[in-house]
């Protein structure tokens, strides 16, 4: 077991306001809320509204977790914040996932800053570079890896960095590199997208999603590595920072 | 004149006859449950916990053929937790959070709904569910979410009495189904994460007028106050959100107790904060405590022993015994004596880091250093325990004890400081978990490492594993047995399957697209044996094609 994701999510859980146990999936689906109903004021690092920086603890109007669900159901009037009704368990989670970000070790990409994302486009769009090779965009990339449509949706600036320069397995809950080899002999390498006692499913090297009963398969394996390389070196800081203020703008619609 | 007289006999005669017929539950029948395998009369099946049907139509070898004969889709998104009670062809379920639902057993169809609002001041932990009602005499009795305790005519679905029982703005809220003994219904309360104290209740069950209440944390003077520092045992928690049990030889009826408040941190309530973490046996006639046995003293995990206690006859060491199986969240397989409460047999069920055995009384024997801390503490099982409020169960067939189980999940306890305040949480730390209560995300994306669920059957006799049947999910859904040695289970897969009860082979499965968070029923109606359980937010139902 590696200990090291879990006592980053202890971190993330929010030791010093510990009002609540937060558990793993609170603050994933936490996060799936604050992509929902928050990222479009607040921006993925939480800091797009002058004097508010969520994602390291700076409130206007609260301060303990459940001030936080107060503004989240009854909105700010007179400051542009409306109110989201929601059930206390889901604001509590979008809490959850704010409180986690406070614990992000490197705070917000400074490359991210000095990028230009048209450079950023070109960049991952080079076939020597190789992002394209293996991550869709709107429909045009590989499919080893996971489509990277709207990924400024879902993974902040810092979290981009890591990724590229430092990329793992075990951060991520969701598609991890997987091998299996059916009873007939063949090996398949793909990214697991479900599984239960019965069956996976994955995504294989043609990106297609496929279904396996387990009771087919002679094996079924995690791969300790990630099949993405570390572009550590690889990319200069310019050129980094241009593919993560690119990889930002990818929120589902084209760029201008 | 001897004319007049007769009339009036025969007159009265059958206003009796009409009276018993509106009886429709009698005492007599609540103890005799197992006579009419048809019917579903109590929240485990019979009183001793069981879960267990004599109904044998279906079989290891036709249980391919069953069907979906009808589906109830509640109009409600809160956890669908009850289990549905089946009186002669009707079939009572509550739509979450207390609307309760009469149908027509063998086609699903309506015939009457209650609805209830709950008070806004109704404050639950976890969801705002209710695990079923009760049914005796003419009447079906439910506790809702903002204590209320409401009688409805069985007949009609008109309220017929509504008693308090807590203070909903303090946190006390009933989610579970009262159990009737005699002319009485027993409750007990919810709220442990809210400081409140505890207490069992029983309530005559004509009137709802209070008739006994058995408090789970002792007051001053009272035996076991002493194990509260100060004025801790005020805000003690010891809540009960599970159907106890009752032994009409013994007079005696069981309750699992849930944790001590605050949550994960004891130190300002230092002792063994009774009766947290315990069973407790009362007179049912008095609320009395007979005896009581303590599975984790002085909890800081969160290991409410909120299960079914499930009281069996079983040979011990060669003598026929009057037992008591527990599988606790604790981690740890219990056999007690139901007369005495005599720790027989103790043994973990999972992986266990907080305790490394028991002593000869059955006190559990504490690893030094496993207590949550500033900094994080790694404790196996997890906060959400190794088993939790699903129903175990148990054939008297194969002689087996059936546990839901969740297998090596984890958690980091960090404990941290807090004041009391009415009506809020009051838990005074965090824990970040391997498996969390309910999957954030639709998809199953979890490590082996993180743990799974399990149904596990032990041998009540030794505690020794017989079987295990691993799910790569952990699960929520409770164990049905019957007499044709059949198990029937979910899974938060939302899968609901049978397996075969002696050897926990896969027989038969179905997708129902719903995680499965009650215990499955099954009763027969027109002479058919069914099945039934609840997915997602519906009610399904199943039978022989």
């Excluded at chain 2, 379920?93 to 009469?102: C, G, K, R, S």
Aim: charged share 20%; glycine share 10%.
């Amino acid at each position: 077991m590696n200990l090291v994701p879990i006592l980053a999510l202890l971190l993330a859980a929010g030791i010093a306001s510990a009002q609540h146990g937060y558990t793993p999936s609170e603050i994933e689906e936490g996060g799936r809320q604050y992509r929902l109903n928050c990222i479009t004021c607040h921006g993925p690092d939480g800091n797009m509204v002058s004097g508010i920086d969520l994602g390291h603890g700076k409130f206007r109007q609260a301060s303990t977790d459940d001030d936080l669900v107060k503004v989240i159901n009854l909105g700010v009037p007179g400051k542009g914040m409306p109110s989201f009704e929601m059930p206390n368990p889901r604001a509590l989670a979008i809490v959850a996932y704010l409180r986690s970000l406070a614990a992000e070790p490197a705070g917000v990409s400074q490359a991210a800053k000095s990028g230009d994302r048209m450079r950023g486009k070109a960049i991952f769009e080079n076939a020597n570079t190789g992002c394209v090779n293996c991550h869709r965009v709107r429909g045009a990339g590989g499919t080893m890896g996971p489509d990277l449509s709207e990924i400024g949706l879902s993974k902040r600036a810092i979290e981009i960095e890591m990724e590229i320069l430092k990329p793992g397995p075990g951060k991520a809950l969701e598609n991890r590199p997987v091998h299996l080899v059916r009873k007939d002999g063949t090996a398949i390498n793909g990214l697991l997208l479900n599984e239960d006692t019965f069956t996976v499913q994955i995504t294989d090297a043609t990106g297609k999603p496929t279904s396996h009963q387990r009771a087919d398969l002679s094996e079924f394996a995690f791969l300790d590595k990630s099949l993405m390389p570390s572009y550590q070196g690889k990319l200069n800081p310019q050129e980094l920072a241009d593919v993560i203020a690119y990889l930002v703008s990818l929120k589902g619609a084209p760029v201008q | 004149m001897k004319l007049f007289r007769l009339i009036l006999v025969a007159a009265l005669a059958a206003l009796c006859a009409t009276t018993s017929l509106f009886a429709q539950v009698t005492s007599d029948r609540l103890l005799k449950s197992g006579l009419e395998p048809q019917n579903w009369l109590t929240y485990s099946g019979d009183y001793a916990g069981h879960r267990h049907s004599a109904l044998d139509q279906i079989t290891p070898q036709n249980v391919r053929d069953l069907e979906l004969k009808w589906v109830f889709q509640a109009r409600s998104f809160e956890k669908y937790e009850a289990t549905p009670i089946v009186v002669d062809g009707v079939l009572y379920t509550v739509q979450p959070p207390n609307d309760v639902i009469a149908l027509d057993a063998a086609t699903g169809r309506i015939f009457w709904t209650f609805n209830y609002t709950p008070s806004k001041e109704a404050r639950v932990c976890c969801g705002r569910v209710n695990r079923g009602v009760a049914v005796a005499d003419n009447l079906v009795i439910m506790g809702t979410i903002d204590a209320h305790l409401i009688a409805l005519d069985a007949k009609s679905g008109k309220s017929v009495w509504n008693t308090t029982v807590g203070r909903a703005e303090s946190g006390y809220a009933l989610t579970h189904a009262p159990l009737v003994v005699k002319d009485k219904v027993i409750v007990g309360v919810a709220g442990g994460e809210y400081g409140i104290r505890g207490y069992i209740a029983a309530y005559d069950i004509h009137t709802g007028k209070e008739a006994w209440k058995f408090y789970t944390i002792p007051g001053p003077g009272e035996p076991g106050n002493d194990t509260w520092a100060g004025d801790s045992w005020k805000h003690g928690g010891g809540s009960v959100w599970v159907t106890g049990a009752y032994d009409p030889a013994l007079n005696l009826t069981y309750w699992g107790i849930g944790n001590p408040g605050p949550d994960w941190n004891g130190d300002k309530r230092k002792g063994d904060n009774l009766y947290s973490d315990s069973v407790v046996a009362l007179d049912p006639d008095t609320g009395k405590l007979k005896w009581h046995y303590q599975f984790s003293p002085h909890d800081e995990f969160d290991y409410d022993s909120v299960q079914v206690p499930v009281l069996a006859d079983i040979e011990y060491q060669g003598q026929p015994r009057k037992v008591m199986l527990w599988a606790n969240r604790n981690g740890m397989y219990y056999t007690l004596d139901r007369a005495t409460g005599k720790f027989l047999v103790g043994k973990p069920f999972t992986q266990v880091n907080w305790a490394s055995g028991f002593d000869e009384s059955g006190r559990p024997m504490r690893v030094a250093g496993k207590v949550p801390s500033r900094e994080g503490t790694l404790i196996y099982p997890s906060n959400q325990g190794a088993t939790n409020w699903y129903s175990p169960s148990f054939s008297p067939k194969t002689g087996l004890f059936y546990i839901p189980a969740w297998d090596n999940t984890f958690s980091i306890y960090v404990k941290s400081e807090e004041e009391y305040v009415e009506g809020q949480r009051y838990s005074s730390g965090t824990h970040v978990s391997s498996f969390g209560p309910a999957r954030g995300i639709q998809n199953n994306t979890r490590k082996p490492e993180d743990g799974h669920g399990a149904v596990i059957a032990i041998d009540p006799k030794t505690g020794e594993k017989k079987w295990q049947f691993n799910l790569t999910d952990v699960t929520d859904a409770g164990i049905l047995t019957t007499d044709s040695d059949l198990l029937f289970s979910g899974s938060r897969e939302e899968y609901f399957y049978a397996l075969n009860a002696r050897t926990g082979d896969l027989l038969w499965k179905t997708a129902l697209g719903g995680a499965i968070m009650n215990g499955p029923i099954t009763y027969s109606v027109n002479g058919k044996q069914m099945v039934a359980v609840n997915a997602g937010n519906s009610l399904y139902v199943f039978g022989l094609r």
